[in-house]
């Protein structure tokens, strides 16, 4: 599957700032499918020209005189979207769907190793995300519709080559209790409602959320900004939780149900962990590393009453 911007890139015509627009015309004949040509100058700061909009200045009154024999400066796009190679297209099409409405359909340019790559048509964009939306869904969680194993596999592996990131594990404790006592389906509800919550925190285009199974799920993060987004999940789902439980068992601050070990008796509430690696002081060269790591914030989570957040 493609997700990468630079994937779906072309080449395209390269012209410099002195170009006429005569010469510029000539290209865009010999070409009939070329949509755009990239304009460079010495600044390396790429400019675009879309074909519509070229022969649309052409084709007003005195456009054809006023432009033919003056440089491409004159109607190129200065300001064009440029994106780099590795963004996913995901967010590129975000990105290009929030422009202007006079630049919505252009294409954009692509950088890479700070060079002009490559040209993508916002056609072609829509149309890779729509085939990723399909073979996603294909990944996705049921009960969420947060991207399942599958997909959170490839994107740790991302992750080890990030010069900053965080990545979070998140789960309910007592959630087994919670299960024993309300129900299945009262269950499934509370993770639909905690997936909900997680999506308001970390839904940037820096962020990536999933959904491990069960109560467990994972964001990761493409910087170490993860304090404020955690406290605000604490605090969201302290409150969250108390639309699932009755008023006897909010006021005991506990259920009574059976242990893992088996013993009947008091259960806490359930509560929300969140075990925070980074890369901040030691980098992670392969999931396994992350992993291992993760386990062991985890166990320190667990060793800790009530909703906690614990980073490396």
């Known amino acids: 599957m493609l997700t990468k911007i630079g994937d779906i890139a072309e080449m395209i015509p390269t012209v410099s700032p002195e170009t006429t627009c005569g010469i510029v015309n000539n290209l865009f004949k010999h070409n009939p499918k070329l949509e755009g040509i990239a304009v460079v100058g010495e600044d390396k700061k790429p400019a ?7 022969y649309q200045l052409l084709g007003t009154e005195y456009g054809y005189n006023l432009y033919m024999g003056r440089p491409v400066t004159l109607v190129m796009n200065s300001s064009p979207l440029v994106v780099d190679f590795d963004e996913p297209i995901t ?18 340019l692509v950088i890479h190793d700070s060079r002009l790559y490559g040209f993508v048509s916002i056609r072609r964009v829509l149309l890779e995300v729509a085939n990723i939306r399909a073979e996603m869904a294909i990944f996705l969680n049921p009960l969420t519709g947060l991207p399942g194993n599958r997909i959170i596999e490839d994107r740790l592996q991302q992750s080890t080559r990030l010069k900053e990131c965080s990545v979070l594990y998140i789960d309910l404790d007592h959630f087994k209790s919670f299960n024993d006592s309300y129900g299945f389906k009262s269950g499934d509800s509370l993770i639909q409602a905690t997936a909900d919550l ?11 959320l999933g959904h ?11 910087h170490h900004n993860y304090q404020v987004p955690c406290s605000k ?24 149900g059976e242990s893992r070990s088996g013993h009947f008796g ?14 901040r002081n030691r980098p992670f060269q392969s999931i396994e590393q992350i992993v291992e790591e993760a386990t062991r914030m985890k166990k320190i989570c667990k060793s800790r009453p009530g909703s906690v957040t614990i980073a490396n």
Do not use: C, W
Request: aromatic letters at 10%; glycine letters at 6%.
């Open 48 to 54: 675009l020209l879309m074909r519509t909009r070229f």
């Open 91 to 108: 967010d590129v099409s975000i990105r290009a769907m929030n422009r202007v409405e006079e630049e919505l359909y252009d294409g954009m």
């Open 198 to 208: 997680l999506r308001e925190q970390f839904s940037g285009h820096d962020t990536f």
């Open 212 to 222: 491990i199974g069960g109560d467990d799920f994972i964001a990761i993060l493409n």
């Open 233 to 256: 999940v604490i605090e969201g789902f302290e409150k969250l939780k108390q639309e699932f439980y009755n008023t006897e068992d909010m006021t005991n601050n506990y259920v009574i």
């Open 266 to 279: 008091p259960i806490p509430l359930v509560s929300i962990s969140i075990a925070v690696v980074t890369n």
